[in-house]
């Protein structure tokens, strides 16, 4: 059973930044299509910014210009890093990935394996 792991979560301050990661058990994440989705208490599970498996990339409107999604392929993961972040931006961040490399997207119902997330808290 494919596992994701998401880690690097945490609780930081209005404008700072933060790098959460993903990885997998027993997969490396180089050559796969991967996206990141948040859920914030009592909203729907949002998708957050895709890489797919020839490098394209997508954003929501309301990370463009602060959050950068790409491959770290010394570790085989994809990491999102998140800049100026906002007390908005609080939620848990999953990654996931779908069945075949030809669905992605920022519609969480594309995407067939999940990680457990990891908490990212913004706040003065």
């Known amino acids: 059973q494919l596992q994701l792991v998401e880690s690097g979560g945490g609780l930081v301050k209005p404008g700072e930044s933060l790098r959460v990661s993903c990885r997998a058990s027993?997969?490396?994440?180089?050559?796969?299509?991967i996206g990141w989705f948040r859920q914030a208490p009592g909203k729907e599970r949002e998708g957050v910014s895709v890489?797919?498996?020839?490098?394209?990339?997508a954003y929501v409107d309301s990370v463009k210009g602060r959050f950068i999604i790409g491959r770290d392929y010394a570790k085989g993961a994809v990491y999102l890093q998140m800049n100026r972040l906002q007390p908005g931006d609080s939620a848990i961040y999953y990654c996931?990935?779908?069945?075949?490399?030809?669905?992605?997207?920022?519609?969480?119902?594309?995407?067939?394996?999940w990680g457990q997330g990891t908490q990212v808290t913004v706040s003065s």
């Open positions: 890489i797919t498996s020839t490098g394209g990339t």
């Open positions: 027993d997969l490396n994440l180089n050559p796969v299509t």
């Open positions: 996931a990935m779908p069945r075949s490399n030809d669905r992605y997207g920022l519609d969480p119902a594309l995407y067939d394996h």
